[in-house]
DNA sequence: GTGCGTTGTCTACAGGTGTAGAATTATGAA
DNA sequence: TTCATAATTCTACACCTGTAGACAACGCAC
């Protein structure tokens, strides 16, 4: 489906706020009555072109999470997806660039819920397993955002091997199972 | 100045598309048009907006930043900040919002550059500070956007106290002073 | 009172938005 | 060829966007 394709492109780019349904028809060739014939409204189109990435990992493979060195293999598909703004790479971006949208953000918020942030759950140790999953999603959140559409200079011209083995230590934290005690107690290794 | 609080009201709420001059000067009581004679243009009272932002710091208040605790105080206040959706806790929230317009996201990116990552970078020990900093300010807006914008169900009925607790050891890797060792070599704590 | 500069508003424009309904064209079977 | 049916487009509507230019109300010195 061309549309499906050229709406994706252009969410991507823009955001759904920040691309009209004429724009996304010409670049797939058709006019702008034909995207809603087909998919209703603009906001169902957003909700297909999400659904429809959903449906192939990009950072969250199973063979990376199940990997013994998981933090450390996240860490470096990060570095390489906000690396390259290549074509199929552009999976999580469409959503930060609509979450202004509340329209849109819900639409994230749901799917996001139902496939990434479900899987990463099962897949890290300890408790709290829910949340800290939300958190590394958060981090990759950020990282994309500060990386790519902030443009944060520090991070945009960082060299992509400083770049993960910064990254990595923070990822590992969340796939760490020792000292897990209560609120408090545990020592930090700070220099004070 | 009751146009600058408008604006900054509505900003942090819709973000730099999501709002019109007219909506804004409605709620100050005047019309669309002295907005203009008095700030120029939208993108530059946007500009005003931010740069007033600024000049108060919300999370890195310098106590913060030298405190032995630095981390610690860091994720009690990304925390606080989350939960509350106060008026005068937004300064953030402006820009993640915002972020998808790119006349907005260059203002942005020039002003964290110039304030918030600039003290951050000297406020952190080690190698690599700016390039560390920028990702502290990663994680920042990545838990601000899954938490307020995307409202991720695991972030957004998280109690407070359980969240900060996650958030400590996170933010504490970027003040750790030990083991900078070469890539590769440094050992990670995972289970295997 | 008279002039004047500031402060603010009114009207209007050119362009964009999503989308409903009618009209048109292409497609394939008889 | 003829005709029904599906695929696609045309026209239009009601609304919103940022902003330029002309105009009116205001306080205030003289």
């Not at 050229?6 to 991507?12: I, M």
């Not at 724009?23 to 957003?46: D, H, P, Q």
């Not at 950020?142 to 992509?160: D, T």
Request: aromatic content about 6%; hydrophobic content about 45%.
């Amino acid at each position: 489906m061309a549309i499906l394709a050229s709406a994706r492109e252009a969410f991507a780019r823009s955001g759904y706020d920040g691309v009209g349904v004429r724009e996304i028809a010409e670049r797939a060739g058709v006019t702008a009555m034909l995207v809603n014939r087909y998919f209703g409204s603009k906001e169902r189109l957003f909700a297909e072109v999400v659904a429809d990435i959903m449906t192939t990992p990009i950072i969250l493979t199973p063979e990376t999470l199940v990997s013994a060195h998981a933090g450390d293999e996240m860490a470096d598909a990060l570095v390489r997806i906000t690396t390259a703004d290549g074509a199929p790479l552009d999976g999580f971006q469409i959503m930060w660039r609509s979450a202004s949208s509340p329209a849109a953000a819900a639409i994230a918020r749901r799917e996001i819920d139902a496939h990434y942030h479900k899987t990463l759950t099962a897949a890290l140790p300890g408790p709290h397993a829910p949340e800290r999953a939300a958190l590394l999603l958060a981090v990759v959140a950020g990282v994309q955002i500060m990386r790519q559409m902030i443009g944060l200079e520090a991070l945009a011209s960082c060299p992509p091997e400083v770049l993960t083995e910064l990254l990595r230590p923070v990822f590992r934290e969340f796939w760490r199972t020792d000292d897990h005690q209560p609120p408090g107690t545990r020592g930090n290794r700070r220099k004070r």
